[in-house]
């Protein structure tokens, strides 16, 4: 992409349509735009082509944010929450910028590696809803279509979370769902405040396969 990133965010409804584009959206508020924690904000920027970010100096974004400068802001529309780096307090560059952001980022699909470990764990979604899964496997991006499109109908709800049954710190995970490899594709359905679960081991993965299994636990 030729677009310049990040992108300049000069009022209060640029930084709106910017953060609704987005399933992640990262703005960093600086006085400054010149400032030696702006340039390694925007270093982060090239790092991480698939997320947005935006950069704003308007004091009236800054004021409307409640951001103080040099802070940097991740929005997640999947649980519309958001996450803040303050710059000032500590050394903060390009690389643990970068790692904030993939700490963060959650999305209407997830999937779960040891670093989106800790975004799920501190996510304000109280039910996650796991597809464990080949991927490998042929039929892979059509469970995976039909999954985000269940996704969809559970934002703000229900963290979709895909689990690669090929990795091996995934392990662990399987063993706890008490399942094993001959038993997939299944879903698994988890309430973190008292860890109860239900597991469903599935044929093939569909839209109202997941309707009726989350239905049936929130309920």
Do not use: W
Request: aromatic share 8%.
């Amino acid at each position: 992409s030729t677009t310049e990133k990040p992108i300049l965010l000069n009022s209060i409804p640029d930084a709106e349509a910017f953060i609704s584009s987005a399933e992640v959206a990262v703005i960093g508020f600086f006085q400054e735009p010149q400032s030696p924690e702006a340039e390694q904000f925007r270093l982060a920027a090239g790092q991480i082509p698939e997320v947005p970010f935006g950069l704003s100096s308007g004091a009236a974004v800054l004021s409307h944010y409640g951001a103080s400068e040099n802070t940097v802001a991740l929005f997640r529309r999947v649980d519309n929450d958001r996450r803040d780096l303050d710059m000032n307090k500590r050394e903060v560059d390009a690389e643990k910028l970068t790692r904030f952001v993939r700490m963060n980022e959650l999305r209407l699909v997830t999937e779960y590696n040891p670093v989106t470990a800790i975004g799920v764990m501190q996510s304000s979604l109280q039910f996650n809803l796991l597809l464990i899964t080949d991927k490998m496997s042929p039929k892979h991006p059509e469970r995976m279509r039909k999954f985000r499109a269940a996704a969809e109908l559970y934002k703000g709800k229900i963290l979709f979370i895909l689990l690669d049954s090929n990795l091996k710190s995934n392990e662990r995970v399987l063993s706890y769902f008490q399942l094993k490899k001959s038993q997939l594709p299944a879903l698994a359905v988890f309430h973190t405040p008292d860890d109860e679960h239900q597991v469903l081991t599935v044929d093939e993965i569909s839209i109202e396969h997941v309707q009726d299994f989350c239905n049936h636990f929130l309920q």
